[in-house]
Nanobody, 123 residues
Framework: QVQLVESGGGLVQPGGSLRLSCADAGGTWNNYAIAWFRQAPGKEREFVAGISWSGTNPIYIDSVKGRFTISRDSAKNTVFLQMNSLKPEDTAVYYC????????????????WGVGTQVTVSS
């Protein structure tokens, strides 16, 4: 079973940057795509960015295109989300999960979620 641990969140001012990490504590991705999701206060969890098992086909929601970059280091079993030019509306708990690609986006492969990592963008 894939065991994912998120880290790298924190408090940052608008325009700042953070890099989130998603590590496979179990030592295997099981050939899954990996995606980042976020849940803002009072809102549903939403897809943010995803990447295939081979590190190709990166997909982003429109609101983060040009600001966020997802990447994958298969040798270290880690997926990163580099977040630049952060905005207050990016404030949320960010989660990673194994994902499947369908209909132009990545969807969570399971309904098992970790504790996530808090990103707060505020002046």
């Amino acid at each position: 079973q894939v065991q994912l641990v998120e880290s790298g969140g924190g408090l940052v001012q608008p325009g700042g940057s953070l890099r989130l990490s998603c590590a496979d504590a179990g030592g295997t991705w099981n050939n899954y795509a990996i995606a980042w999701f976020r849940q803002a206060p009072g809102k549903e969890r939403e897809f943010v960015a995803g990447i295939s098992w081979s590190g190709t086909n990166p997909i982003y929601i429109d609101s983060v295109k040009g600001r966020f970059t997802i990447s994958r280091d298969s040798a270290k079993n880690t997926v990163f989300l580099q977040m630049n030019s952060l905005k207050p509306e990016d404030t949320a708990v960010y989660y990673c999960n194994a994902a499947s690609y369908w209909g132009g986006t990545y969807r969570p492969f399971t309904d098992l979620w970790g504790v996530g990592t808090q990103v707060t963008v505020s002046s």
